[in-house]
Each structure stands twice: as structure tokens, then as C-alpha cells.
């Protein structure tokens, strides 16, 4: 069934149609679905070295045009590699949206550290300081004239989620700890700054959308994918990595190599304010995809559950 109920269907007789039509150079490429897509977007390879990039769902229909614009602008600038669009494609007849194409970044997406069925495939001590690393050159690109986030989009003041929260909380029921999660995500509130101008930020730092060489390689971080939810706002919405991949000694490493610690170069409340955006993206997806996506609703109750465990 589709993920949403307003979803477009893609096929692969729908790429090479688009492909063929707009970009005849890759026409004679064979195309492949991958499996592994996201929430908004339907992948498919092309060859072996591009993957056509088609949303799903109306509210990606800018991503294409949003990632060809800026990640040229950033990705010389990162520390890790950024699959920048190498063409952007337009709707037709049978296809609605904008659609792009990018290099194919060899490495499999990072093992959900919190899923005891999964298999690790990265060093969590080494990706500590690269993500956190990377989040830090990513907020020091110059913002200017970028797209600064709006209404409830990650990197706005949190108060603007508070009532979506509350009431996700208590739709969750027994799903969560209602009293933990309000007691954190009332400290993330007291925590609170205006973040204008703000700084860039990727907004989507989970597993799915960071690239591991794998375990048999090091398990070294290679890429990060998925930029629909970049702009500029509060950098506190790069910071949910430190619950959802990393523990002990591991999420000290990140949260100083990513300038959220005592000292660092972010503001004081943005540590709780971070713990306020793992529970933003953990509580409300609950409701939504408990029965339309039980894999992804339970690894968001697997991150709010770890988003409140260290509280004092």
C-alpha cells in the first residue's frame, strides 16, 4: 500500500520515459528501483554511477530545484561527500514533479544503532568526530541570501511545534513515556533562542541518510544524502545525531566536534534544544506511520525513548 494517501505512483517505465525525453545521453542506461527509499522520494539507478531521484509526494516537489541550487554552493566546503544533482528534470503529462539526477554514492545507508536486529556497519567512535565535524563546516558556509526555514520546518523556534508535540504525546499513549518526553521537551522550550540569521543546516541527519563505507572498510562515514530539509535556521536541529547514533563516550566526542558542548561555539541551550528536535521528529511521526510504516514508527519510538533516558 502507499505510504501516503496522496501519494504518486512511479515506475521505472515512467523514468526511462522522462530520461529518454529530457536527458538523452543517460537514455540507453538501464534502469533499476531501489529499495531503499525515503518518506518522499522513489529511487532508481541508473547504470551503475547516477540514480534518478522522484518525488512521491507534493510537499518534495521543490527539493530538486532547492538541491541544484545550493549543494554546489556547499558541498566544496564539507568534509564529507554531498551527491549534488548533475540535471533536474520536469513534469510531463503522466508525471507531476520536478525530478533530478545524481551521482550514486557507493556505501549502504548507517545500521540503526538502536534496532538490536540490525547489523552495525560504522565505527561509532570515528563518526562521532566526522558528523560532528561536519556539522560544523556546514554552519560555518556563509548563509547569506539562503533559504531561511519557515513555518514548522526544522530550524524554526521550537515553541512553534509545542502544540503539535503535546498533543502527538498524548495520541502516543503507552507508545512513550508522556511524562519524560513532556519534561524534556519543556526543558528544549526553556532552551529556547531566536535563531535569526541562523546558519545552514541539513535538517535530516538520520541513519537512513548517512553513507557508511561499511563495517569490512572501517565503517567510516562517506556521504550524506537526502537535503530536503536544508536551509538556514537554528543549528540545534543538526544536533539529534547525539541520541539517535551515539552513546557515552561516543556522544561527548560529537556533541564537542560539533561545537554544542561546554565552550563550544554554540549557544548554551542548543544541546536541549537539539533534544528537542529528536523528539519534534520521534513523537509526531508516531500516529502517522504506526500503522502505515511500523519499521520507521518504531525506530522514531526507539529514538524518543533514547532522547529521554540520560535526563536527570
Not at 525525453?21 to 531503499?36: C, D, F, K, S
Request: cysteine-free; aromatic content about 8%; glycine content about 12%.
Amino acid at each position: 500500500m502507499p505510504l501516503h494517501d496522496d501519494e504518486v505512483p512511479v515506475t521505472v517505465d515512467d523514468v526511462r520515459r522522462l530520461v529518454a525525453a529530457q536527458h538523452p545521453r543517460w537514455a540507453g542506461l538501464p534502469v533499476t528501483p531501489v529499495a531503499e527509499s525515503g518518506t518522499d522520494h522513489l529511487l532508481f539507478r541508473l547504470g551503475d554511477e547516477l540514480v534518478a531521484r522522484m518525488p512521491k509526494i507534493a510537499w518534495a516537489a521543490q527539493h530538486a530545484l532547492g538541491d541544484a541550487r545550493w549543494l554546489p554552493r556547499l558541498a566544496p566546503h564539507l568534509p564529507l561527500t554531498v551527491p549534488a544533482p548533475l540535471a533536474v528534470g520536469e513534469p510531463d503529462d503522466r508525471y507531476p514533479f520536478r525530478w533530478s539526477v545524481v551521482p550514486w554514492v557507493p556505501g549502504a545507508a548507517t545500521a540503526d544503532p538502536l534496532d538490536p536486529g540490525a547489523t552495525p556497519n560504522l565505527d561509532p567512535g570515528a563518526a562521532a568526530t566526522d558528523l560532528g565535524a561536519f556539522v560544523t563546516a556546514l554552519r560555518a558556509v556563509d548563509p547569506a541570501g539562503g533559504p531561511v526555514k519557515g513555518g514548522t520546518g526544522r530550524g524554526v523556534p521550537l515553541a512553534r511545534l509545542d502544540e503539535d508535540v503535546r498533543a502527538a504525546t498524548a495520541a502516543a499513549g503507552n507508545r512513550v513515556d508522556g511524562p519524560a518526553v513532556l519534561k524534556a521537551w519543556d526543558r528544549a522550550l526553556e532552551a529556547a533562542t531566536d535563531p535569526v540569521p541562523g546558519t545552514w543546516l541539513h535538517g535530516d541527519l538520520m541513519p537512513g541518510n548517512l553513507i557508511s563505507s561499511g563495517a569490512g572498510d572501517g565503517g567510516r562515514l562517506t556521504a550524506v544524502i537526502d537535503w530536503g530539509a536544508l536551509g538556514v535556521g537554528d543549528p540545534a536541529a543538526d544536533l539529534p545525531p547525539a541520541w539517535w547514533l551515539f552513546a557515552g563516550r561516543d556522544r561527548d566526542a560529537f556533541r564537542q566536534a560539533a561545537g554544542a558542548g561546554p565552550g563550544g561555539s554554540l549557544d548554551d541551550g542548543a544541546w536541549e534544544r537539539g533534544r528537542g528536535w529528536v523528539l519534534v521528529q520521534g513523537i509526531i511521526a508516531l500516529p502517522y506511520y504506526w500503522d502505515r510504516w511500523p519499521e520507521f514508527a518504531r525506530a522514531s519510538q526507539r529514538r524518543v525513548a533514547a532522547a529521554v533516558a540520560d535526563l536527570p
